[in-house]
């Protein structure tokens, strides 16, 4: 069964869409949302590659499915310690980082629900004692040309963040900012930068998929603000430094780690599908779109950084302790936290979820 994907991106690579309906018919008889982890995958991998053909959206895409995305959004930060890991372990170095400074502000190519956000506003506030002392906050995230959909949920993160940053007595702002201002003529885009501002990144690898810009045009962006540090998670479905086929095969992989882990928590069979239904599956058709629109190969994203003129950071000893914390919470064993050089990679039964990495220029 899953000899026939790379067969299928080829003919999708070259527009032939006799032959790839066949393919898809052979995949449509043996594959089903329900099963084991990597026939689940293989399924909406299969779907997502469907899109392709057909030129079609997704099917999920509409207003009301938002309401879905946050509950299945919530419902996976909690039984999953996936997005606690990459979100704490990347904030604690951002506070090591921004340390003593009466400003803050934060470029986020990733905002999603600004859930790592108001975690950090949390922290802040804590180590003030919730008084007016703390810093000041300014995030400004680079969003993608949206849908109305998208513009939705681009506006309820606000309305979200300034009322829960109005709660704990934090002065906050958010701008957003179309990525698109990033092309080749304003890479210079001048950002408002106060005195005593500290500036950090938030730049995780697959936040770029749908973007016509190249990492290094990027960093070089980046690079320009001096930023005290810049933070990224890998989950590794993006493997552009991969034939296009090979990459699918690789994300399939990855994913079906990830359901095995969400498997083995024993969830609400409900639960589960929204999850499946309103994150993973919108997640795995951005990764094959995205793709397919660039289908050149490019360096492996560490050796970008590091070409860029980025070192790596590595974490803290409580930064590291941390992470061991928040994965010994799921009421199931299996999940851990390895070392590898400067990165942290979060694991379920040795096999990666995501790493998080932190660097500098």
């Known amino acids: 069964m899953f000899g026939l994907y790379p067969n299928l991106c080829l003919i999708l690579t070259i527009g032939n869409s006799i032959l790839a309906q066949g393919i898809l018919a052979r ?14 995958v293989a399924f909406y991998f299969k779907e997502a590659l469907q899109l392709l053909l057909h030129n079609s959206n997704s099917a999920i895409s509409s207003p009301f499915s938002l309401i879905f995305k946050i509950g299945a959004y919530k419902s996976f930060s909690e039984i999953s310690p996936l997005l606690q ?28 629900f600004g859930g790592q956000w108001a975690s950090l506003m949390q922290e802040l506030a804590m180590k003030n004692g919730n008084s007016s002392s703390s810093p ?28 829960f940053a109005t709660e704990i007595n934090i002065q906050f702002e958010l701008e957003y900012i179309s990525v698109e201002a990033l092309n080749s003529s304003s890479c210079s885009l001048p950002l408002c930068v106060s005195e005593n501002e500290a500036i950090a990144v ?21 690079k320009q603000l001096s930023p005290k540090i810049v933070v990224s998670t890998d989950m590794g479905c993006d493997r552009t430094d ?15 780690n990830l359901l095995e882990s969400l498997d083995a928590v024993n969830v609400n069979f409900d639960a589960l599908q929204k999850i499946e239904r309103f994150l993973i599956q919108p997640g795995i058709e951005k990764i094959v779109v ?17 070409s860029c003129g980025f070192s790596p950071l590595p974490f803290s000893n409580f930064t590291e302790s941390q992470a061991e914390c928040v994965v010994e919470r799921p009421p199931v064993r299996g999940f851990h936290v390895e070392k590898r050089q400067s990165a942290l990679v979060l694991c379920y039964q040795r096999k990666e979820l995501i790493s998080a990495s932190a660097w500098r220029c």
């Open 202 to 222: 938030n730049l995780p690898v697959g936040s770029l998929s749908n973007c016509p810009f190249s990492l290094p045009l990027i960093l070089r962006f980046i």
């Open 242 to 256: 991969l034939p296009f086929s090979h990459q699918i095969l690789h994300a399939i992989q990855s994913y079906s």
């Open 85 to 112: 890991f990459a979100n704490f372990t990347c904030n604690q170095a951002l506070l090591e980082s921004i340390e003593g400074y009466d400003r803050i502000q934060i470029i986020d190519f990733d905002i999603g």
């Open 27 to 40: 995949l449509n008889h043996s594959l089903s949302p329900v099963g084991k982890p990597i026939q689940r």
């Open 136 to 163: 000041a906050l300014k995030i400004t995230a680079f969003v993608s040309p949206s849908t109305p959909e998208h513009q939705l949920e681009l506006g309820l993160t606000r309305e979200n963040l300034i009322h």
């Open 290 to 306: 995205g793709r397919h629109r660039f289908l050149e190969k490019t360096p492996p994203w560490r050796s970008v950084f590091l």
